[in-house]
């Protein structure tokens, strides 16, 4: 069975920075995706960002040149490093890890997540 606990939200100025962090338990498969999700309030969960086990990562254009995922395989840690935060970016990220395929195809398709870790964007 495997366990996600992410760590890192907070709240921020628009401009500034953080790093969310995941923490994985638990076999997970080495040809699986992880990937970031956000959740803001009365809205549907959506992609942030996905690495696959080659490195290659994937992000929603809403983030790109702002966001970087990254993962820790040694450590089964994932990272989200964010940059030039917005208030639109406020939101409660999870952390998830699956098969790709259901990964791409949305988070209905997803198992496994996290608790979650709000982060708070103020202009």
């Known amino acids: 069975q495997v366990q996600l606990v992410e760590s890192g939200g907070g709240s921020v100025q628009a401009g500034g920075s953080l790093r969310l962090s995941c923490a994985a338990s638990?076999?997970?498969?080495?040809?699986?995706?992880m990937g970031w999700f956000r959740q803001a309030p009365g809205k549907e969960r959506d992609e942030v960002a996905i690495?696959?086990?080659?490195?290659?990562?994937k992000y929603a254009n809403s983030v790109k040149g702002r966001f970087t995922i990254s993962r820790d395989k040694a450590r089964n840690i994932l990272f989200l490093e964010m940059e030039n935060l917005k208030v639109d970016d406020s939101a409660m990220y999870y952390c998830?890890?699956?098969?790709?395929?259901?990964?791409?195809?949305?988070?209905?398709?997803?198992?496994?997540w996290g608790q979650g870790t709000l982060v708070t964007v103020a202009s």
């Open positions: 998830t890890v699956g098969p790709c395929s259901a990964m791409l195809a949305g988070p209905r398709h997803l198992d496994v």
């Open positions: 638990g076999n997970i498969a080495s040809l699986y995706c």
């Open positions: 690495i696959d086990p080659d490195e290659s990562t």
